[in-house]
């Protein structure tokens, strides 16, 4: 069995005949001239073809490799102290910056709300509230701070809102998005525009979780369904985003997804223009959380994407610690459960040049990071030694090999 030409399988047996649907076919005969040997070999022909074709979204992938020009020096920059309110939970979800220096967090433990704290870390209220009338929401899943017009939109994932508020938690307007539920994450582009990150809401979406949207309105999607055992992937979402420009029109940005090393960048195109992964030996395929197994291990995974350039990205994953039995519960059926991250993981941080398609750089953050802020810093929860949290925020700089830091 050999291939024929336009994609078709042609079954040697003797020179006498061809498929008749392959005129330039030669020496090709059917195993049979029974009619149900014939129609077998037809439909194996046709099979073939459609096996042959590149599957949909289907991009090259290029394996980085290794290109070290610069060092990377981490420093503990900042820490915020849990007060006597008891505000901080346990587990960081969407975090942001505000203009002035403070901050704007959702803890995954306590109630979903917004917090906002001074830049001195004075606790100064919630943004919005639990609920479901104007203004609130049931799980807010992105903040992100829009400094020019002076506003914070908070995507709720559980009713499908994009709310607005001003700096001062003042409720704005809201609009409900032609998404799933549920929203994983929002990344500002430019004015009124940003990339979403959700469930598709249309039977023509599949396989794309990035939204173009401006406001409510859905202006471009992306595929995100490419690679062997990615379209659940690209259902299930969990994406992470860096913009790196938008110009005339044309947004240049990456994507990372949250369970494997792979840079997919789109530059004004609707699919990957450039596909770039790479080889951790320590990064294996994730298994479901806290399963039964002996051999069990933390999953590691990518936190968060930062850009450095328009050519140069930050990509932080979490590297399970060879003492990562510290920081996880045991049940007694066996199953494990992670309770302290800062003893379970350690932040590993690569410099990616996406133009020589090579690590420049690497370094090491001694705790779990939970996400880059717009300025680059790293975040992340650390739990004392009587369980107090406290957010921990570590400063990136960056030098060629060298000089003096």
């Known amino acids: 069995m050999i291939p024929c030409k336009g994609g078709f399988v042609r079954f040697i047996v003797a020179p006498s005949r061809c498929l008749p649907f392959d005129p330039e076919c030669q020496g090709c005969a059917l ?157 500002r582009v430019g004015a009124d525009q940003y990339l979403l990150n959700a469930g598709a809401g249309s039977a023509d979406w599949v396989g794309r979780n990035l939204f173009l949207m401006r406001q409510a309105e859905v202006e471009a999607t992306y595929d995100t369904s490419h690679g062997p055992f990615r379209r659940d992937w690209a259902h299930a979402g969990q994406r992470r985003i860096a913009v790196l420009k938008a110009q005339d029109g044309v947004v240049d940005f990456v994507s990372a997804h949250l369970r494997e090393f792979r840079i997919d960048r789109f530059t004004g195109s609707d699919v990957p223009t450039q596909s770039l992964r790479m080889d951790l030996s320590w990064f294996e395929p994730w298994t479901r959380y806290g399963l039964p197994d002996p051999d069990w291990v933390p999953p590691p995974y990518v936190a968060d994407v930062h850009r450095l350039s328009d050519e140069a990205v930050i990509v932080v994953t979490n590297r399970p610690r060879e003492s990562w039995r510290d920081g996880v519960e045991y049940s007694e059926d066996g199953s494990k459960r992670i309770v302290d991250g800062s003893k379970t993981y350690e932040g590993i941080i690569h410099l990616v040049d996406l133009e020589r398609q090579c690590v420049r750089a690497e370094g090491r953050v001694p705790l779990e990071i939970d996400a880059a802020l717009e300025d680059g810093t790293l975040a992340g929860l650390r739990l004392d030694a009587v369980g107090r949290p406290s957010i921990e925020f570590w400063a990136i700089d960056v030098y060629p090999i060298g000089e003096d830091p």
Not at 179 to 187: A, I, K, M, S, T
């Open 31 to 187: 195993a049979s001239r029974i009619w149900r040997e014939r129609l077998l070999s037809y439909v194996l022909c046709i099979l073939a073809a459609l096996l042959a074709r590149p599957a949909q979204g289907q991009v090259d992938e290029t394996l980085l490799t290794a290109c070290i020009s610069d060092s990377i020096v981490v420093r503990l920059a900042s820490v915020l102290e849990d007060g006597p309110q008891g505000l901080i939970g346990g587990g960081i979800g969407p975090i942001a910056r505000t203009p002035d220096g403070g901050l704007l967090v959702r803890f995954f433990d306590g109630p979903p709300l917004v917090r906002r704290f001074g830049p001195s870390g004075n606790y100064l209220g919630d943004i919005g509230a639990e609920g479901e009338g104007p203004g609130e929401y049931m799980r807010p899943a992105a903040i992100v701070v829009d400094a020019p017009r002076g506003e914070v939109l908070v995507s709720d994932s559980r009713q499908g809102r994009l709310i607005t508020f001003g700096l001062d938690g003042s409720f704005k307007g809201q609009v409900l998005l032609p998404v799933q539920p549920f929203v994983r994450g929002l990344w």
